[in-house]
């Protein structure tokens, strides 16, 4: 191996001081609490609320908000939920952005330097007007979104890795959702639809050496990250610069088009077009396949805490989502058969002694076949 392709096999990282580290860490360990004992200790309030007024739970959010409003339970949840994220980016010295804004010029010129020997495995298109509704929200808090500064893919990629313990594999998401995908298929070429940092499709590759890999994405700073990252791990991607209601491939390409929480990123406004567009470009019999955050049916607690994530986090599409017809449209663009169930996987009970347990989150799994 030659020392320019031993240099492209090295890890671009970078330096993240025990520091760092250590308030990182303290970040994860206070969402735990937020998630876990904070949640069950607002259920027991909220539960005491229900008992001292002699009423049955209710059946809507809206109504279940208006208890829940008044807790200082939810209200410490809700400001966790807002701040430990702002934090987590934002704060000075131990922020991801500064720590990664303080080797700016070395990562820009190493991932220019990897682009620009890309060849067709990386294709930018700068003319890209993206849609509206990408350019106008801070998805998630990631500052300024995530394609308007050329950091914004790694800042995006420690963001993600930072949310779960350092002991866990910030791949195991994807694990679980490939794993749940039919066995006895053969999945030749797949697209990974908004590929972001690159490590679903990172995984996908591992797991299935014989696909040929594609990835799409809006962020062309996501895209270069993407990229570099195949080329450590010796992968060879067709990642590209699209807009996912206008893709540039031929019709019937695809086995497999998969996606990691993406629909709740999407204004409904636009999902007919979007589905329409994954049926075209999906061999008859292909799959659209993913997983995505939900309302728990019948659940009005866990409905509220789920519709706050979306003022506290800046998911603007996430309550939209929730009353998506999303079956329906696929039907109507195209899909044949669609499937969505309880990714019991994913969903976290949270345990009360002797109660029952209570949860702050729901995920379902869809697979849609063309």
């Known amino acids: 191996m030659n020392a320019a392709v031993e240099l492209d096999r090295e890890v671009l990282a970078v330096r993240e001081t025990r520091d760092f580290r250590s308030y990182q860490a303290f970040l994860r360990a206070a969402r735990t609490h937020m998630e876990g004992a904070l949640v069950a200790q607002m259920r027991d309030s909220y539960d005491a609320q229900l008992a001292a007024a002699g009423r049955s739970e209710p059946e809507t959010a809206p109504e279940a908000a208006a208890m829940l409003e008044r807790l200082p339970e939810f209200q410490l949840y809700c400001w966790y939920y807002r ?123 591992q797991l299935h050496p014989e696909s040929e890999c594609h990835g799409v994405d809006l962020s062309a700073p996501c895209l270069k990250l993407a990229h570099r990252r195949a080329v450590e791990h010796g992968f060879r991607f067709h990642l590209s610069q699209q807009d996912l209601e206008r893709l540039d491939y031929p019709d019937a390409h695809f086995d497999l088009v998969f996606f990691n929480f993406m629909l709740h990123e999407l204004p409904p406004s636009h999902t007919p077009a979007l589905l329409r567009e994954v049926a075209r470009v999906l061999k008859p019999g292909g799959l659209f396949a993913g997983h995505e955050f939900h309302l728990r049916p019948g659940d009005a607690f866990q409905n509220v805490l789920q519709r706050s994530h979306a003022w ?55 697979v849609f076949e063309k």
């Open 83 to 205: 701040h430990l994220q702002r934090f987590k980016y934002s704060r000075p010295d131990l922020g991801i952005v500064d720590t990664v804004n303080r080797e700016r010029e070395r990562v820009i010129r190493v991932l220019d330097e990897t682009a620009a020997q890309a060849g067709p495995a990386l294709r930018l298109d700068p003319a890209l007007e993206p849609p509206e509704y990408f350019r106008m929200v801070d998805f998630h808090q990631h500052p300024g979104g995530v394609a308007h500064d050329p950091l914004d893919g790694l800042v995006y990629e420690i963001g993600r890795r930072t949310t779960v313990p350092q002991h866990a594999d910030p791949n195991g998401i994807y694990r679980l959702l490939f794993d749940a995908l039919p066995k006895e298929r053969r999945y030749a070429r797949v697209l990974d639809w908004g590929t972001g940092h690159g490590q679903a499709l990172i995984t996908w590759q």
């Open 312 to 366: 506290t986090n800046n998911e603007t599409y996430s309550v939209p989502w929730y009353s998506t017809p999303i079956e329906a449209i696929a039907r109507d663009a195209g899909f044949s058969k669609t499937r969505v169930e309880p990714f019991e996987r994913l969903i976290k009970s949270i345990p009360r002694t002797g109660r029952r347990a209570v949860s702050n989150s729901w995920w379902n799994l869809y």
